[in-house]
Nanobody, 114 residues
Framework: VQLQASGGGLVQAGGSLKLACAASGNIASINVMGWGRQIPGKQRESVAAITSGGITNFSDSVKGRFSISRDNAKSTLYLQMNSLKPEDTATYFC?????????WGQGTQVTVSS
């Protein structure tokens, strides 16, 4: 499975961004896709995930501000980020996993200025 993320950029605190991740390849009918983020020198943090059936999960740090969705027909994952804070600045990665495999895509940079 190949994952291509897009939509990062520079935004002021309080603003919004929407990330997208296009998946291609052998995608299992039952899977989970999600977003993680990483700051240089720190561990990658999972922030949101959604199952192929639409069940979602969020980290406490983004709950209530971020939403995750997916278009299974287009094999595309989205992350709507609202009320962004400077501490949301990171490289955001999308990932996919099913019962046998786990893949990470390349990152897209999100920078939130104060």
């Amino acid at each position: 499975v190949q994952l291509q993320a897009s939509g990062g950029g520079l935004v002021q605190a309080g603003g919004s961004l929407k990330l997208a991740c296009a998946a291609s390849g052998n995608i299992a009918s039952i899977n989970v896709m999600g977003w993680g983020r990483q700051i240089p020198g720190k561990q990658r943090e999972s922030v949101a995930a959604i199952t192929s059936g639409g069940i979602t999960n969020f980290s406490d740090s983004v709950k209530g501000r971020f939403s995750i969705s997916r278009d299974n027909a287009k094999s595309t994952l989205y992350l709507q980020m609202n009320s962004l804070k400077p501490e949301d600045t990171a490289t955001y990665f999308c990932h996919y996993y099913d019962t046998e495999r786990h893949y990470w895509g390349q990152g897209t940079q999100v920078t939130v200025s104060s």
